[in-house]
Structure formats: structure tokens, C-alpha cells
């Protein structure tokens, strides 16, 4: 472990040596053109500085590239970027008589000229406005263009706005072309190598999330989404949950003064969505109203080849299937704001998700005992997991000058969940022999009260802290029911039924403290504590003995600024993983009666420490982020697989905390602009995983199991903007083989290639996108296997895809909005549900 570890040290440390030597004055991807900094130019003990705002939104341009030149030989002797306000300062400026460049994409170039710097005193230049590149004066609509990706202090950004294949798919889809992000076919997202992640939306948590990850991406149409922020270590402000980190989705908002109606959709052979959302503003007040949904459908093939070992005998199960599958997926909003004063503002929100998924599936299954067939069933399974989710929240925040704020924040969330299956078994002439139904009801329940307040001290150091409770309540009743060839169903002993009621209650605080140093260090450390109290019971069937937990997380975060565009980080925390519902609940499902899965309510949460290091810089034109990382956890929530001596031939998934992971790997992002309309982009995922954990014997003792192994992966992006308003996009993805405790699974890939046309009038745009269009679709394979059993299974999906895609708006704003801010709750402490078969 430590050899490979030290090695990707070294290589880290090696290209920070390399790249400290460059000197490049933008933070953001460099534009054609930019300027070489003179590294001989006299330093003296001057400053200038002064404040980049957007004319039409007046507000910071974060990132923009600021470049000082010597008037007497016009060269670029010194430079800086803006930061998140738009502000920025060069030093040490001896005197003598310079001039301003700044620039960034999107805005037309500012010169400042004659400014005199004399022995001694500082030049303060304060408001600088940049006009956009792009207007139309008739509609006074300005539109400026971000990067693709952009790395800020603690986080990585990808701007899904200039993504011209998203429309038409889900939020699912554009997490794949995230740099350090791995998403699989079922839509089960994965950080480094880690699906222990915590996913928000708009910076608030939900319910349905807390139940299903994939399932809740499947909500959000991919073209609603402005931005995707990675967090790969966060602060002592974030929950202690999501040992692999956070993910936070940004949808579009419209914060402008007066009335709009957007229409947002989507035709294809897979999938069809269509989105309304308006906003309506009048001096303090907004209204915003939204509304989108996705139809999908598809189909699938899939085989299994299960081998178990029981009392001497071997089962061989040969098991074929085709589906199709059918969804529904939506949410709708209502959002309300007032600013109560020149420091206060208030907010609300309303919002309501549905998830509707139905499977209609051939089961054929051929048993065999000791090589000699034993019997053949058919089985006609539909399957529904159907869901409603409400999120109510209220929010005030008061600023009592610039970065000291107070804010309350509270969340109301509900989810009700069904999961039901009806299955026919049939004879071998096609008529119906028997019949088992399952139904599953249960309701996720959550209350949140937070409360944050921070200060500054001084000019280069503030204080976080706060507090917070969060209140869950978790129910689950579910029941098996057979019928015979009369079809009347009823409750038989033989089948698994029962309750389960689970209370969860977590109090935490807070404290996080930041310093910047002149020498361009910045320290950012914190702790937080938890404290978990649950009770649990299965109705009837008793208590289960759970108990109550404090855990003590710190972080550290600290970053260097070698020059204008080459930063150093490093960083430290300690997370936890509580168990999500999908893991908790009891429920068998027999629906597949050679593969049963069930939860566990007795898991208690895991732990795990996280080590980074990072470096990002400009080289020329292109942008390039390199990072290093190693997790270590212990008391791993791991799935167990078993078989069964009462079920000849069939294996029970569960969940234990037996287990132990640890994984060390690299990420390496780079951005390119070939011109200034042509961007090629792509990353490199390299990770090592061990885990560690327990099976069963043949003999039916407890035996320690092992495995580990190299996982690859990366895309490649490459996107033009063309006259007239075109633009074309290519887009390719691989993820590699995947190390599971008892086995492994095949890698896939996905590509597409995509085209829009902006109207004239820039106030819509037409597309058409193609996605796996060589192929029919994807296969993958995966192969488990422990003393007990040998299983190979096979799945073919079928998922070629052409859409055609149309957005228009409706109304007229203009940019004088009252500038508010606001706060909600974020709950980051939920691990999402084990593997989704979708």
C-alpha cells in the first residue's frame, strides 16, 4: 500500500515542480491572445487595485484576467485574477507610468490607461465595467460565456449550460461528462471510485434522494441543469455524511425584473420531456413557477449462469429474461422571495417529485441438480416502484456587512414509496399455475432547523459556526400474498411479512475558521460534532437494539498560489456514512426467486478519512487540474451474498458492516482552446481498490474474502461554435472494469454527437442529438463468486437513441433586480440506495 501511494505522491510533486515555473496571468482557461509577463520587471512597494463588474447585471465577474503593462516598452510585466467578487490587486508596482488590460470570455477587452504610480502610494481604480461581447439591443437581452469547467477555492465547477447534447436527457446523463465522476448504466453515481456521495439539489437535500440516487437524477431533465459543482473535501460546515464527497446541482433560475415563460422540450426513440417554467418579478418580490417531466422507455436482455454448492451437491441455475421498461419522471415548484430590507431577505419554497417506473419482464429458468435438469418455470413479473416527494422550506438571512451574516433555515420533507411486483408462474403449455404478489409501502419523513452565523476578522480571516437538528422517521410495511390457479390471494405464514419503524434524530455544531496570508497561503480548518440517537422496531417482531453514536469529524484545507495561475492544495477530513433506507429496510423481494435481496435495519454508519492533494494551472490555452487522493475506510456498509440451503440454487444479497476499503488513485482534467471557438476537453480516472470483508463457507463457517484491483476511466469532449448561431458537440465515455468483494463487472462506454441552431432573434434554438448510434445498444457482463457459488450474468441494453430538441422564451426582462441573498438547509448525512436495476 505505501509504495503506490509514495509513487503518486512523487508524480504530483513533479509536475508542481515543472509547472511553478510558468507565469501565466489567468485563472480561467486563456484566451487567444493573452499576454507573456516580463519576469525581470522592477518591483517597488505600490498597489493597484479595483473591483470588475458586468455593466448589464452589475455584478463581480469572477476570474477575470487582469494583465499590467509598462507604457514606456508596452510589455506585460505583472498580473492577476479577479476573485469571486470581482476584485483584485497587484502589488509590489514600482513607480512609473502602466496601463490595464482585462479581460474574460464573453466580455469585450477594457484598457485603463495613464495610471501614475508614485514611490509609495497605492492606486485604488474601484468600479471597472466590462460590456459583454454579445447584445441585442432590441430585446436588450446579453448573454456572456463561462468555461467549462472552472476550479474554484473549494470545489470544481462544470457549466452543463454549454452542453449542446444535454437536452432531452436526464440529469443522470450530463453527471457522466463531469470530470472525477463515474455514472453506470442503472444511473448509480460514483466519486472517485466511491457511490458513498451525498447529492443536493439547488443546495438542499430530499427525501427521494435519501431513498434512491439514481432514481432521484432520473427527475431532473439534464437542460434544466446550469452548473454541476464537485466537492471532493468538504468544510466542517457540510454534514460529516458522504465519505466520497458532495455533489450539488445547480438548475437554472431566472432572478430578473419582470415576466417570462421558458418551453423546454425533447422528442426521441427513448425518450420524450417537456418543461414549462415562468418567473415573475416586481420590485422586492418574485415569483417563480416550474414544472418538467421525462417519459422514457426501453429494453433489455439479459442471461444468468448461477452455480451453488450445498450438502455435496451442485445447483445449476441457467436463467433468461427480456424487459421493457416504462417511466415517468417529473417535479414542480413554486418559489417566492421578498427582500424585507436593504440587509434582509426572505424565501420559500414549495416542491413536488414524481417518480413512476414500471417493468413488464419473461423470466425463463431452467434448474439443474447435479448436471440433470430439474425442473423449467416460466414467470411473467410487473414490477412498479412509483414515489411522491415534498419539499417545504423557509429561509432568512440578514447581512450585517460584507461577510458577516446570520441566517435560520428550516426544511420539511416526505416521501411516499411503493414498490410492488405482481408475478404470474406459468406450466410449460403457458397457462398459470400460481400467483405472488408483493406489496411494499413505506414514507421517508424529515424536519430540519438550522441556524449559521459568520464574521470577519480582521481583513484576512473569518469564523463559521452553527448549529443544526435534523429529525427522520422512516416507516415500511410490506406482505407477500399467493394465489393458485383460482386466483384469489391470500396471506400465508410461509411468506415473509413485517413492519419497520426506524427514528432517527442527529444534533450537530459547528465551528470553521479561515486565514489568508500575504505570501498567498490560505488555511481553512474546522470540526464538526455529531450526535445520533435511533430507534428502531419490526412491529410485532420487537425492538432492534441500535445504538446511539457521537462522531467527531475534522477537516483542513489548505491552498498555495504559485503565480497568477497555478494553485497547490492539499486537504484533510474525516466523514461518515450513515445507511440509506435501501440498506435499512427488511423488505424481501422475491421477485426474482434465484436472486432475493434484503436490507438490514441493525447497520450502523461507516467511516472514513480522506487525504487530497491538487494542482491546477494555465499552460498557454489550455487549463489543466491534476489530483491525488487516498481513502481509508473502516466498519464498510458491504454487500454479502450467500446461498441458501432451504433455496436450493437461489442467492440472498444483504447488507453487514464487515468490511474495510481502501482506495488511492489520480484524476487528471484538461480544457483546450484550440481557437476561440473551438474547445476540446477530456479527463483520466486511475484508481486502486482493496476491500475487505466476510463469507460463508460451504461448510457454513464465516471465512475472510479479499480483492482488489486497478479501475480506468475517461471522456473526451470536444465542442465548436460555428457562424450563424451553430454549434456542434462530440462526446465519448469509458469506465472500466469495477472491483466488487466478490467478483468484478464488465466496463462500458457511450458516445453521441449532437448539433443546435440558435434562432436570430436569440430567443431559442432547435437541436438534434444522437447517442450510441453505431451499436445497438451496450452489453456488460458481471462475475461473482465466493465458496458457495459461481455466477455469470449477461445484459444487453438496448439504448440508441435520436432526439430532436426545441427551447424557445417567451417575455421580456430587463436587468435592474434588487440583489438578495439566501440561504437553505442542506442535509449531506443519507447514503443513497444500493444498485437500481433500471
Known sequence: MKTPILSVVKIVAAIFILTSFNQINAQAPSQPGSPVIS???????????????????????????????NVADNKAIDGTTADETGKFSITKVAPGSYKLLISFIGFKDRTISNIKIEKGKDVALGNIQLASSAQDLQEVTITGEKSL?????????????????????????????????????????????????????????STIIAANVADALKQIPADMIKSVEVITSPSAKYDAEGSGGIINIITKKNNLQGLTLNIDSGVGNRGTNLGLNGSYRKGKMGFTLGGFGRAFYNKAESTLNQTTFSGGNSYLTNQSSTAKDRGLFGQYSLGWDYDLGKNQALSAGLRYGTRNFIQKQDLTISQFENSTLDATSLRKVNRKDLSGTVDFNIDYIRTFKPQQEWSISTLYSRTGLTNNFNTDMLNESGAVSGKLKNENKNYNSEFTLQTDYQTPIGKNQLVEFGAKGIFRAVNSDYKYLSAGESGEFSLSPNNPSGTLNYSQNVAAGYVSYTLTTKNKYTFKAGTRYEYTGIT????????????????????????KSLSGSTTLKAAYNRRIQRPGIQQ???????????????????????????????????????????????????????????????????????????????AYGMNVFANVYLTSKWTVNGS???????????????????????????????????????????????????????????????????????????????????GFAAENFLTKGVKFTSDLNSPQFVQTGQTQLYNRNFKITFNYSIGKMSFNAPKKKTKSVNNNDVMGGGDSQK
Open 149 to 205: 469547467v472552472e476550479e474554484k477555492v473549494d470545489r470544481l465547477v462544470y457549466n452543463a449550460e454549454k452542453d449542446i447534447t444535454s437536452k432531452g436527457g436526464d440529469a443522470a446523463d450530463l453527471l457522466r461528462k463531469v470530470p472525477m465522476l463515474s455514472v453506470d448504466l442503472d444511473g448509480n453515481v460514483s466519486l472517485r471510485g466511491s457511490s458513498n456521495i451525498k447529492v443536493l439539489i439547488n443546495n438542499k437535500p
Open 536 to 559: 428502531a422496531d419490526l412491529g410485532d417482531a420487537g425492538k432492534v437494539s441500535i445504538p446511539n453514536y457521537g462522531n467527531l469529524v475534522p477537516s483542513i484545507n489548505v491552498s
Open 584 to 662: 435499512l429496510n427488511p423488505n424481501v423481494n422475491l421477485a426474482n426467486p434465484q436472486n432475493i435481496s434484503t436490507g438490514n435495519p441493525a447497520l450502523s454508519p461507516e467511516l472514513t478519512d480522506n487525504f487530497e492533494l491538487g494542482l491546477s494551472t494555465n499552460v498557454k490555452k489550455t487549463y489543466l487540474n491534476v489530483s491525488a487522493f487516498v481513502r481509508q475506510t473502516n466498519n464498510s456498509i458491504t454487500q454479502v451474498r450467500m446461498a441458501v440451503d432451504t433455496l436450493q440454487g437461489a442467492i440472498v444479497t444483504t447488507y453487514e458492516n464487515i468490511g474495510k476499503q481502501q
Open 684 to 766: 483520466l480516472d486511475i484508481l486502486h481498490s482493496y476491500l475487505e470483508g466476510q463469507t460463508t463457507s460451504r461448510e457454513g463457517t464465516s471465512i475472510a474474502v479479499s480483492n482488489s484491483g486497478f479501475n480506468y476511466g475517461g471522456r473526451l469532449m470536444s465542442q465548436i461554435s460555428l457562424r450563424q448561431g451553430w454549434g456542434l458537440q462530440a462526446f465519448g465515455f469509458y469506465r472500466g472494469k469495477e472491483i466488487q468483494l466478490q467478483g468484478t463487472r464488465t466496463g462500458f462506454y457511450m458516445y453521441s454527437l449532437g448539433f443546435k441552431k440558435d434562432f436570430a432573434n436569440k430567443k431559442g434554438s432547435v
Open 39 to 69: 519576469e525581470t520587471a522592477p518591483k517597488g512597494n505600490s498597489k493597484i487595485s479595483g473591483i470588475v463588474l458586468d455593466s448589464a447585471a452589475n455584478k463581480g465577474v469572477e476570474f477575470a484576467s487582469i494583465a499590467l503593462f
